[in-house]
């Protein structure tokens, strides 16, 4: 089935995700109280909520997007090119920018995105996102009154599984099993709110979220059973 899909219409990505405010401390008393109720569950009795703010990142309602790296093929045979583009700065602003891609490029019939995890992650949290700042979405995010098989996304994390719900598999070791070489990262996913807080390198995180765009799409390659990408293949186009 996956033979099936040309890979020109299919628009990978990745996010990149911080709390909305550097320290619980600039939180209103409100958002506060917010935060304490919906983290209770995760953190449990270990930590406080203030302690527990760093991972606020991985809830829409209490973090925000700062990167989104978006990757596609062109050509095919030995022309064939991996493209990737990434939107950064003001959250309003990126979102309104990968927005207008995705109405532009990728919101016809037959046209997919693939992200790992993005079932439950990447294309939530952008619906949301969009949501919370007026944004209208766009078809390939709005799932209203859709039925499963209409909904226009990938996730090579869920094809891993092959059935098994309760299975997980970190983009990382899917690489490492299907022999897919790794880029020496000098980040990961937990070092990402310090980077951009602490040390203000928004470069250094949007390399990062951009080699898990390859990732993602080697690894796509792989499920197809299909020859990797050779590093001159991928063209970093500039927004």
Same mark, same amino acid.
């Given at each position: 089935?996956?033979?099936?899909?040309?890979?020109?219409? =299919?628009?990978?990505?990745?996010?990149?995700?911080?709390?909305?405010? &550097?320290? $619980?401390?600039?939180? *209103?008393?409100?958002? +506060? @109280?917010?935060?304490?109720?919906?983290?209770?569950?995760?953190?449990?009795?270990?930590?406080?909520?203030?302690?527990?703010?760093?991972?606020?990142? =991985?809830?829409?309602?209490?973090?925000?997007?700062?990167?989104?790296? &978006?990757? $596609?093929?062109?050509? *095919?045979?030995?022309? +064939? @090119?991996?493209?990737?583009?990434?939107?950064?700065?003001?959250?309003?602003?990126?979102?309104?920018?990968?927005?207008?891609?995705?109405?532009?490029?990728?919101?016809?019939?037959?046209?997919?995105?693939?992200?790992?995890?993005?079932?439950?992650?990447?294309?939530?949290?952008?619906? +949301?996102?969009?949501?919370?700042?007026?944004?209208?979405?766009?078809?390939?995010?709005?799932?209203?009154?859709?039925?499963?098989?209409?909904?226009?996304?990938?996730?090579?994390?869920?094809?891993?599984?092959?059935?098994?719900?309760?299975?997980?598999?970190?983009?990382?070791?899917?690489?490492?099993?299907?022999?897919?070489?790794?880029?020496?990262?000098?980040?990961?996913?937990?070092?990402?709110?310090?980077?951009?807080?602490?040390?203000?390198?928004?470069?250094?995180?949007?390399?990062?979220?951009?080699?898990?765009?390859?990732?993602?799409?080697?690894?796509?390659?792989?499920?197809?059973?299909?020859?990797?990408?050779?590093?001159?293949?991928?063209?970093?186009?500039?927004?």
């Amino acid at each position: 089935m996956l033979h099936k899909i040309p890979l020109r219409n =299919i628009l990978f990505l990745d996010i990149e995700t911080v709390p909305q405010a &550097a320290s $619980y401390e600039d939180l *209103s008393e409100e958002a +506060r @109280e917010l935060w304490e109720l919906k983290s209770r569950y995760r953190r449990k009795e270990e930590y406080t909520a203030a302690e527990f703010y760093e991972n606020a990142g =991985i809830w829409a309602e209490f973090g925000k997007i700062i990167c989104i790296s &978006a990757g $596609y093929f062109t050509g *095919s045979g030995k022309q +064939r @090119e991996f493209r990737i583009r990434s939107f950064t700065g003001e959250e309003e602003g990126l979102l309104r920018d990968f927005g207008g891609l995705l109405e532009e490029h990728f919101s016809s019939s037959g046209k997919m995105l693939c992200a790992h995890n993005g079932k439950e992650f990447d294309f939530p949290y952008l619906a +949301r996102r969009m949501l919370i700042h007026g944004i209208p979405l766009p078809p390939s995010l709005n799932l209203f009154g859709k039925k499963p098989w209409e909904i226009p996304h990938l996730d090579t994390m869920e094809l891993w599984k092959f059935g098994d719900f309760k299975h997980y598999t970190s983009l990382r070791l899917m690489a490492h099993v299907l022999g897919i070489p790794s880029p020496k990262d000098d980040i990961d996913g937990s070092m990402v709110r310090d980077v951009y807080y602490e040390e203000q390198d928004l470069d250094r995180i949007t390399q990062y979220c951009e080699r898990d765009v390859v990732t993602v799409a080697q690894v796509f390659l792989r499920l197809r059973n299909e020859g990797l990408l050779t590093e001159d293949q991928i063209i970093r186009v500039q927004s």
